[in-house]
């Protein structure tokens, strides 16, 4: 990301596999970046995502951090997607949260080709469709 112009003040990570993506980024970029993690319900509601009540309080020290006057580049991350929905959403959610007033790029390791485009950075673009999720009770 740094190479494309944008450099971030803070690394979300999106629970479960985001998080770890965040963590190998910030070692990447030196190692002094902040990490966070955005909780995500993907559960209650499947096939959509929920970061909102009755689980927002989870999220709620995220967005203090964000809202804080201190962070105005955030990253926000994710291992896999699919469809897009769940870090598409993540964002709208943070921009929402924070009024506007923070600058969010998104970044995927891996994407297929449909939706690669609604992401700034991409690592890999590759059919997701038979990739398995061995640790998860729903795929996404």
Sequence with gaps: PAAGGFSFDLLVGLSRGGITVADLLSRVYGGNTPIVSLWVDRHSIYP???FDAPFDWVNEPVVRVIKSGRVRNILLVD??????????????YLETATAGDVMF???????????????????????TDALGMPFALVED
Aim: proline share 5%.
């Design 48 to 50: 959509s995502s929920n």
């Design 79 to 92: 291992d896999v997607t699919r469809s897009g929905r769940t870090l598409i959403g993540a964002r709208q």
């Design 105 to 127: 790029k998104t970044a995927v390791l891996l994407a297929p080709r449909s939706v690669a485009h609604q992401f700034e950075f991409v690592a890999h673009v590759r059919p």
